[in-house]
């Protein structure tokens, strides 16, 4: 397949540009635009054939489901139960890095959640996102536009190497800001409110407005976000962890990334002058890396637990697991 590029003004979106690609979601096809978090790979949440080239073009297992974009509140009723929960967050935060899981209506389809009783839905903080969530008068399920297993793409040339000659349409609006995924939380108790996966929304925000402790889930619970099984965000090299207080890794031909110096020579390495940075910086790096023929790439454990913190150490976690 031809795959098309478009590169696009990031704060006053082309009407052509947004038109040609919500025509190919409309019509069932596939298009990777940026998000806030990572780059979309997105189709037409309620078309089921749509639905599946996603899960395709990926290599994604079929019971891991999707979240659904949306570009306004009403758009979100019609999907799924709303509860008191769901209005006070997405009053306070939306468009943020932040899902929310609720009992999904019949329409969204099955193969859309993974044959699960609920949906997760998020509102992107990106003016392309929502331009053509908007244009294409559907929502759009998008997961992160690499290939299964993969470092999340963070710009159009991660996506270009995943995913060209796989869907109709490429959106290039640049790097994004917040570097990993959103942070997933399921509301559908309001009495026991679960994280289920740490990502560019702060615990800690979270937990001082709604007044309460967002709980691990625990086992079962567990299978009710099946994503958070399978292997994530690999680069093609090993990713060893280092902590500070411990020895320094020597390996030959190692790259490094972190906030702070390394303590031996390296061969190269990406500094961030602070977490955020880090984590905006973090699967861009992988890539880099692994293109450059390193052995492995040496992450800092970073030290801090709020903010981004929390989300980033899941990311170089799972990265470095070999499961
Ligand atoms: P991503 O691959 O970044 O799009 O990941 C989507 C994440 O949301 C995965 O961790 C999924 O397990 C989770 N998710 C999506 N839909 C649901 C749902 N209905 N219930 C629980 N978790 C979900
Ligand atoms: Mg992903």
Redesign the pocket.
Known sequence: MMTITAKINKWNPEPEIIFQAADIIKRGGLVAFPTETVYGLGADALNPEAVKKIYEAKGRPSD????LHVANINQVRELVYVNDVAEILMEKFWPAPL?L?MKARDVVPLRT??G?D???IRMPDNPIALALIEAAGTPIAA??ANISGRPSPTDFESVFNDMNGKIEMIIDGGAVEVGI?ST?I?ITNPEKILM??PGGMPREILEATLKTHLEVPDLQSKK?????RYRHYAPNIPVIIWKRQEKFPDFDNAAYIGIHEPGLKISSSILFDDIKNFARGLFAAFRKFEKENFSCVIVEWPQDNSGISEGLKDRILRSASRK
């Open positions: 891991n489901p999707l979240i899902t899981v959640r993974g699960l609920t949906a997760a997961p992160s995924e997933v399921d289920l996966r009710r976000s099946p994503g958070t």
